[in-house]
């Protein structure tokens, strides 16, 4: 594999938009026919998986000496909405050796260096120890209908997943909690407020509420991660400066610790919202059923999968020690699904989602060293 070739591959997946459609993009369906494509004319066995109606996962597949253990390499083809993007988001551009566009560094890179890792074997004639899948799934950035799909039945030995990680292997994030609580009150005229009930004065004691809470969770960090964290996102209520508001919502975005379940979490917000009732008996507060929930990562630091990416990273000369990231990817779905999964990729969180996108080129093309030498071990 000559290093052009793979940043030729990146620039074609940055010039394909793959905003997600839940954001106003056209979806995966191009970039998919594209991956496709490029596994067929290398003679790679590859097949889709339809997910949403023309949204399929791509699933490329080389198989190994031993057909029983299978590793299994993910990166998701959309990306979050171009909006907003102060750089043309779908004509990669080259400058002091980084690739700008959207998608550049979440995820096009990865997905680009683990689609050259696997068609190097092939090119090469290397069978490796095990079967290798490597799967391009749709709707990471919206719902993570993708992986679930993927996950229908799956098995496997090990999975890497690829997001920016700056080139360190992850074995722990946070999961997410998403979720409205609504209060209702009595609309009135303003200049008799005593015959309405203030929906908006009754949820600032919630959203308070939460904001205390908020503290405790500060003083349990988990030693990868820090501790769970609450946002309150937004806020909506009344109608017209001189009404009582009768209803006001909030959205809250609650990152879970390795441990937490939705279930746990919500009845301890309910707890904290009855104590409230208790004292305010014109309260009127419900909560909703959650909008998202993500479960968190946590992958054990003597799994072999784990051991093997640090004495990968180690025999590179990167950084071998296993961290913990504050951002949730398709890595947590495969976990439950009882693989043991890491998340390794080029790139830096803080450029994903960006006005401006990039990827370093000198990364891109270590990811692929370390995602062929995992396979290879
Ligand atoms: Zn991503």
Redo the contacts with the bound molecule.
């Keep these: 594999m000559s290093v052009p070739a793979l940043v030729q591959t990146l620039a074609s997946l940055i010039r394909i938009n793959s905003v997600n459609s839940a954001y106003g993009g056209p979806g995966e369906r191009e970039i998919a026919t594209w991956i496709r494509a490029f596994f067929e004319q290398r003679n790679i066995e590859v097949r889709e998986q339809e997910v949403f109606p023309g949204r399929p996962n791509i699933i490329a597949r080389l198989p190994g000496r031993d057909p029983t253990r299978r590793v299994i390499l993910e ?2 083809m959309d ?1 979050v909405t171009a909006q907003r993007m102060s750089i043309p988001p779908f004509e990669p551009r080259v400058e002091d050796d980084k690739m700008f566009g959207r998608g550049s560094c ?2 096009k890179a ?1 997905l680009a260096a683990m689609m050259h890792a696997v068609a190097s074997l092939r090119e090469e004639g290397i069978e490796p120890p095990c079967d290798v899948w490597l799967a391009a799934v749709v709707d ?2 919206f719902s993570f209908r993708g992986v679930v799909k993927l996950c229908e039945g799956l098995t496997a030995d090990a999975a890497l997943v ?3 990680t700056d080139l360190r292997a992850v074995i722990a994030s946070k999961g997410v909690l998403r979720w409205r609580i609504v209060s209702r009150g009595k609309a009135a005229h303003s200049g008799k407020p005593h015959l309405g009930v203030n929906a908006i004065n009754h949820m600032a004691r919630v959203v308070l509420a939460l904001e205390e809470d908020h503290q405790r969770l500060a003083s349990q960090p988990h030693p990868l991660l820090g501790p769970a964290t609450c946002n309150v996102g937004i806020i909506h209520g009344g109608a017209q400066v001189n009404f009582v508001p009768d209803a006001c919502a909030i959205e809250i975005d609650r990152r879970l610790l390795p441990g937490e379940t939705a279930a746990t979490v919500l009845a301890h917000y309910q707890t904290l919202l009855d104590a409230l009732k208790e004292h305010h008996p014109a309260m009127d507060v419900t909560m909703e059923p959650p909008m998202l929930t993500d479960e968190a990562l946590e992958t054990p630091s003597d799994s072999a999968p784990a051991q093997l990416a640090s004495a990968v990273l180690r025999e590179m000369g990167l950084d071998p020690t296993l961290r913990g990231v504050p ?1 949730g ?2 890595a947590s779905k495969l976990s439950r699904q009882g693989i043991p999964s890491l998340v390794f990729g080029p790139g830096s969180i803080d450029q ?1 989602h960006g006005a401006v996108e990039f990827v370093d080129l000198a990364q891109v093309e270590r990811a692929f060293e370390f995602y062929r030498r995992f396979i290879l071990h």
Excluded: K, L, N, Y
């Design positions: 990166a998701h990306t979440d995820t990865g990471e950035e690829a997001e920016p951002f990817s398709d994903a």
